[in-house]
């Protein structure tokens, strides 16, 4: 009930941050955080505590949930789907990130330590996979802004390639060739790192 | 760096990307002529995309959301659970997070799987599961993963299953459309599986890439037969019927229902049929690299899969043709009767295709329209009534599918065979070889002091010596496949693989002199194959690599094949593939099959037992070979896919009247398999010497009478006990036993490991040794009464053999995989120790083996084939830094006398004394025909303890009726 609440309650101001902030606010990210990281650590305990099966817990639903319960999707004006899924995907990366980039100051916070590559192929050398994982993504975007939006939609959003396909008007195959060349660029980048 | 270069990068990589791995190089190189940078940078991204499969496989959220929902899968890697320690994470699905864990117990690697609560709360559910899923893992069906373990751990269910090291075909897809030949090999592996588990009356119920995972070498493996169940009653509630209403949220990927057949999607009972439809849904997938059935939700796919056709099968990458079309829409027919009513008849469409493939290899491009003419690219199918009809024709189908599977199975032939005893001499005859015809079998046995090669008819007495001219060992005869020649090995002129006519004439040299054995004929005559490594007992072998060659017995061209370790290599019937066995990392011996240029390599068998002697059916439908996988040593065979060398069921025994049966050989009709039959007996001997005279005094006397066989043995330094290992089956143990052989031996090992080479401290208190039993072979001491076992070293990959004190007991040297020798101390901790290596800069020490440290400790005495041709012993001292060799003869086993100067070495059954200043040898004392396995002198240099093995063995014949 009082999460209910609070998540009602929260939602105006979410809203202004996150509008904020994709206008370049950087601030207001800092502020997005902790709302964003309990709402996920919510939903995320309602999912696996078995209210709903395991099937059914996909990534996209999980971000899209925290959404709209953040904001209210009729709250927000969003320009399309492809908005708002650019738009969470981006928030969950710099709300992940940030997480990652905090934990050695926040001992005994539940932050998520991710690790980027769970077959450890890369993740000895990699150090703080995420934090290294993000300068990567941005050095990629500045010589190829599509493949570093498709990454970011991807394994940030958790969105599929069909699903990407739509949100950037090109084709499945493209998407597939596209994620697979970012997948090697960033691979190389992280397992060159000192 | 400039988004211009980048997007010429770029684009040059997606060319090379489109072409073969084989071409890359080539046009690569042509096209960044004077464009070295280019060239790099494309290369380093390729390198990187080999290797990035698995990486930003799962979305960042998924993990995210379990932990913050506290989640157990970031604490549990290195934690020790019962037997099992957990190593890493392999993966986190719907299903619960999957484990790579290590089973002390039993020494290996295993996938252990975590079930969510919410599937487990129903016991009743619970043990339905465990039921199915050990049902369908006790079909031990190569393509169905092995389960080990289904348990309960904290109160939460646990599965321990075969660790498969590949990606599951969700990651292959991300990669895009498959080459069709890929997908008709995976898809065919699928049904051989399905085919296996129906016949047993197991449903799958939810075939999806997640559940099927594809080895580097091209085996898959199916997963969770059973698991599905557990999740039914939620996945009623959860999934909305088609017709229901309901809301879904926006991009929601639903992976598992994509794969459901109509029936399933309806709510509908469910049988077999039902995996094939979703096998049709996963080739489909991977053929095109997308579902056949799509949607926005969940209602929408399942209303796709219910009314809708899928689009036909086109792809920018992947040509198809009408077959593969076919055999989809068949698969994917709604109605369940219309489908491929069992797996066989799937499978058996799917190779035949796959065959089709290979002898066009190409497939023929067609027009979307064409294939679309027949059927509308929406049709509303009207839901099936289930009548009292239509359920006994189902009933009726199942029977008759069962009637067909039944006759199909047929039983070996050799289980109605006769046997013969061919040769009947005292000793031992080896290699038989048969002639084409099967008339005629060749073989070695000793004649006149040294072996020789005869011929014999089967059914005749006496052998025909081929070799008598000849003073040198002739042995492992192979007749060519035209039964024109007989290429062996001999000691002669410094020894080789020569051939001969059948008769014994016109012997050639084909191979350099020097290590060259087990030689096997082309299936067109025209070369022969062999190895650097002479197979003698298959348990017991060195870890120096050998080079497998080719040579034309015309040209007597070489070609190297490989220089992996490949045993006893023999060519199949088609020429394409060489099946040899080797051994692995942890000293497990498999057969192995590779092409006939020493690529593609696949794995036959893969389990703990001695898997050895391959040799090919001449119908190229099985593969013989011996193994102890029943204890003794007995013929096996197993059903295998020629073209790929892939093994087809699980192997079968070929029953012999024999314990240990070895040196196996086929007649071309493959009625008749002739082979040795061994008895083999080691016991402990001591006789007494006298240095100063340098002759043996008395008669050697036996200490045991032992029914498990003894090797590696080294004496107490009070000369009262033996420590030794006992070899039984698969099992290596130590054990302790007192001199005289008197009195129970005292079990110090008891375990699944392979422990060897025991080594008693200078003090007489501990005993270095070598075990698997953390993995790799590494260096462990323990106390003689039994207590204090510790690990000495950890090398990790580079393994550690052979351990050996110094005198003063401080320290202690071992050799590892690469043949270094290192020196430790014995009472560090590893992570203190400064291990030294031995000879750094000198020659490559890479081939020194040492046996003893002198007794003043400034010298180690050793093996080694710095010398190739020669190998023999050698001496390092420590003061020089180097190598001094002292004999071109001589086996590794070898021990100081008390002078420092003089030492004792076997050759075979015969044990000499050698002085290492003047280097020379003299014969002390000999028990051929039978071999000296190991010896130790007593320190007052009075009494020699050995192992004595001796061999007897005949050819016999087994023949189908």
Same mark, same amino acid.
């Given at each position: ?194 | ?113 975590? &079930? ?53 075909? #969700? ?115 991977? &053929? ?87 059927? %509308? ?52 005859? &080896? ?81 350099? #002199? ?97 898997? +050895? ?94 029914? #498990? ?97 110094? %005198? ?21 901790? +590893? ?72 030492? &004792? ?37 009075? +009494? ?18």
């Amino acid at each position: 009930m009082y999460q209910e609440y609070h998540a009602l309650q929260t939602s105006h101001n979410v809203t202004g941050l996150l509008i904020a902030w994709n206008n370049g606010d950087e601030a207001a990210l800092e502020q997005l955080v902790p709302i964003v990281h309990d709402e996920l650590h919510r939903l995320a305990r309602r999912y696996m505590g078995g209210e709903r099966l395991g099937h059914l817990l996909q990534p996209t639903a999980l971000v899209n949930e925290a959404y709209i319960r953040l904001m209210g999707w009729k709250n927000v004006e969003w320009k399309n789907r492809a908005h708002f899924f650019g738009v969470s995907a981006k928030l969950m990366r710099g709300v992940l990130v940030d997480f990652a980039r905090k934990r050695p100051r926040h001992a005994g916070h539940t932050a998520p330590h991710v690790s980027v590559d769970e077959a450890c192929l890369v993740s000895e050398r990699a150090g703080d996979d995420l934090v290294a994982l993000d300068d990567a993504l941005t050095s990629l975007a500045a010589i190829d802004e599509r493949k570093s939006r498709i990454v970011e939609l991807r394994y940030f959003g958790g969105l599929s390639n069909e699903e990407i396909a739509g949100v950037l008007h090109i084709s499945t195959v493209t998407v597939i060739r596209e994620w697979n060349k970012a997948k090697a660029w960033l691979y190389r980048e992280l397992s060159s790192r000192p | 760096m400039h988004t211009e270069r980048w997007a010429q990068i770029d684009c040059l990589l997606d060319q090379v990307l489109e072409r073969s791995p084989e071409t890359r190089v080539d046009f690569l190189a042509t096209t960044c002529v004077g464009d070295d940078e280019l060239r790099r940078e494309v290369e380093s991204l390729l390198e990187a995309y080999s290797h990035s499969g698995s990486f930003l496989g799962t979305p960042v959220l998924e993990l995210a959301a379990r932990q913050l929902a506290g989640e157990r899968n970031v604490s549990l890697v290195g934690k020790r659970l019962g037997p099992y320690e957990v190593i890493s994470v392999l993966g986190v699905g719907g299903m619960g997070e999957v484990y790579l864990a290590w089973d002390e117990r039993l020494n290996r690697k295993l996938a252990l799987k975590f &079930l969510p609560h919410q599937f487990t709360r129903d016991t009743n559910s619970v043990m339905r599961f465990e039921l199915e899923a050990r049902a369908a893992s006790a079909l031990n069906h190569p393509n169905i993963i092995t389960i080990y373990d289904i348990g309960e751990m904290a109160g939460t269910y646990y599965i321990a299953a075969e660790y498969v090291e590949g990606q599951t075909l #969700r990651q292959l897809i991300e990669r895009g459309p498959m080459r069709a030949k890929d997908a008709l090999a995976i898809c065919s592996q699928v049904a051989s599986a399905l085919d296996a588990a129906h016949q047993a009356g197991l449903v799958h119920r939810d075939i999806k890439p997640e559940n099927v995972i594809a080895r580097p070498d091209g085996y898959v493996k199916v997963l969770d037969f059973g698991l599905v169940k557990l999740t039914e009653r939620g996945l009623g509630e959860a999934t909305p019927t088609p017709r229901g209403s309901h809301r879904t949220h926006p991009g929601t990927v639903l992976g598992t229902v994509a794969y459901m057949s109509p029936e399933q999607a309806s709510g509908m009972g469910v049988d077999h049929r039902s995996d094939l439809f979703s096998l049709g849904v996963l080739m489909y997938e991977l &053929l095109t690299g997308v579902v056949p059935f799509k949607g926005d939700s969940i209602a929408s796919i399942l209303d796709a899969i219910v009314h809708h056709q899928p689009e036909p099968m086109i792809s920018g990458s992947c040509q198809l043709n009408v077959e593969a079309q076919r055999i989809v829409n068949r698969a994917l027919e709604k109605d369940r009767d219309l489908r491929y009513q069992t797996a066989s008849d799937f499978r058996a469409e799917l190779k035949r295709l796959q065959r089709e493939l290979d002898s066009a290899a190409m497939m023929t491009v067609v027009e979307s329209s064409k294939l679309n003419e027949s059927k %509308p690219s929406t049709m509303v199918i009207t839901k099936p009534v289930i009548t009292i009809g239509s359920v006994i024709i189902v009933l009726a189908t199942l029977y008759s599918v069962w009637l067909l599977s039944w006759k199909e199975i047929k039983p070996s032939p050799w289980l109605e065979a006769s046997s013969t005893q061919v040769t009947d001499f005292p000793q031992e005859e &080896l290699f038989p070889s048969m002639s084409p015809d099967g008339n005629t079998v060749v073989y070695s046995r000793r004649s006149d002091g040294d072996w020789d090669i005869f011929t014999q008819r089967v059914g005749g007495f006496n052998g025909r010596n081929l070799t008598e001219s000849s003073s040198a060992d002739d042995t492992q005869p192979a007749f060519s496949p035209d039964g024109g020649y007989i290429a062996f090995r001999s000691e002669r002129d410094g020894g080789g693989v020569f051939v001969m006519g059948a008769s014994g004439e016109q012997v050639r040299r084909l191979s350099d #002199r020097g290590p060259a054995y087990h030689p096997a004929w082309s299936p067109d005559n025209q070369e022969v194959i062999y190895t650097e490594d002479r197979i003698r007992d298959p348990r017991n072998r060195g870890v120096v690599p050998h080079r497998l060659w080719a040579v034309n017995i015309k040209t007597l061209e070489k070609r190297l094949i490989t220089t992996k370790d490949a045993a006893q290599p023999q060519w199949s019937p088609n020429g394409h593939r060489l099946a040899y066995w080797a051994s692995d990392e942890s000293s497990q011996r498999d057969i192995w099959t590779m092409s006939a240029t020493g690529d593609s390599v696949v794995q036959v068998t893969n389990d703990p037992a001695t898997d +050895w002697n391959p040799v090919w059916s001449p119908d190229g439908n099985h593969l013989y070979f011996v193994s102890d996988r029943s204890g003794g040593m007995q013929v096996w065979r197993v059903a295998i896919d020629e073209r790929t060398g892939r093994a087809l069921a699980e192997p079968e025994l070929v029953p012999t009247p024999s314990a240990f049966s070895q040196h196996i050989s086929l007649s071309r009709d493959g009625r008749r398999l002739a082979f040795a039959n061994v008895s083999l007996k080691r016991n402990l001997y001591r006789v007494e010497i006298d240095p100063r005279s340098e002759k043996v005094i008395g008669e050697p006397q036996a200490q045991t009478q032992w029914s #498990r066989q003894g090797m590696d043995l080294d004496l107490s330094p009070d000369g009262k006990r033996l420590a030794y290992t006992t070899v039984a089956d698969t099992r290596e143990d130590l054990a302790l036993l007192d001199c005289n052989g008197s009195g129970e031996p005292q079990w110090l090992t008891d375990d699944e490991y392979k422990d060897r080479g025991p080594r008693w401290s200078p003090d007489g208190n501990r005993i270095a040794f070598y075990s698997t039993r953390s993995g790799n072979f590494e260096i462990w001491l323990i106390n003689a009464d039994g207590t204090g076992l510790r690990r000495l070293t950890e090398t990790g990959a580079d393994r550690a053999f052979n351990p050996l004190w110094s %005198p003063d007991g401080k320290r202690l040297n071992f050799t590892n995989i690469k043949g270094e020798t290192w020196i430790i101390e014995v009472d560090k901790p +590893w992570r203190e120790q400064t291990p030294q290596k031995l000879n750094p800069e000198g020659e490559p020490a890479s081939r020194f083996w040492p046996a003893a440290w002198s007794p003043d400790g400034r010298k180690l005495l050793g093996w080694s084939d710095l010398n190739q041709q020669s190998p023999g012993l050698t001496v390092y001292s420590f003061e020089t830094d180097r190598h001094e060799t002292i004999s071109d003869f001589g086996s590794a086993s070898m021990a100081w006398l008390q002078d420092n100067r003089r030492a &004792l070495f076997t050759v075979d059954g015969t044990v000499f004394l050698t002085d290492t200043v003047t280097k020379k040898h003299h014969l002390l004392f000999s028990s051929a025909p039978d071999t000296i396995r190991g010896f130790r002198l007593s320190s007052d240099n009075r +009494w020699l303890y050995y192992i004595r093995e001796s061999v007897g063995a005949d050819i016999w014949l087994v023949q189908q009726k």
